[in-house]
């Protein structure tokens, strides 16, 4: 059974990091593609970015590029979000999911975790 459980979110002030985790199980990461979503109240869910299971990575907004980093530890089964340089509008809860492939559209999605919030504020 693939089973995706995220943690590490909380309060931080503007400028500040965070580090997301994505625990993997009933699979491992070379299987899937693993992507971020996040979700604001009263907002659709939008793709952050999606690491390949190749290990490659895929943006979905120019707003994270130089902010956001994906990586992943194997011997963990476990993909980590660094944030960094967090603002307001980056407050959401965020989810990670895995897919056949990398894509923008929540639909393709295999499985969830069942997110965790993020709130950036002073």
């Known amino acids: 059974q693939v089973q995706l459980v995220e943690s590490g979110g909380g309060l931080v002030q503007p400028g500040g990091s965070l580090r997301l985790s994505c625990a993997a199980s009933g699979f491992t990461l070379d299987a899937y593609a693993i992507a971020w979503f996040r979700q604001a109240p009263g907002k659709e869910r939008e793709g952050v970015l999606c690491m390949w299971r190749s290990g490659g990575t895929t943006y979905y907004a120019d707003s994270m590029k130089g902010r956001f980093t994906v990586s992943r530890d194997v011997t963990k089964n476990t993909v980590y979000l660094q944030m960094n340089s967090l603002k307001p509008e980056d407050t959401a809860v965020y989810y990670c999911?895995?897919?056949?492939?990398?894509?923008?559209?929540?639909?393709?999605?295999?499985?969830w975790g069942q997110g965790t919030q993020v709130t950036v504020s002073s």
């Open positions: 999911a895995a897919s056949d492939y990398c894509s923008v559209n929540p639909i393709a999605m295999r499985s």
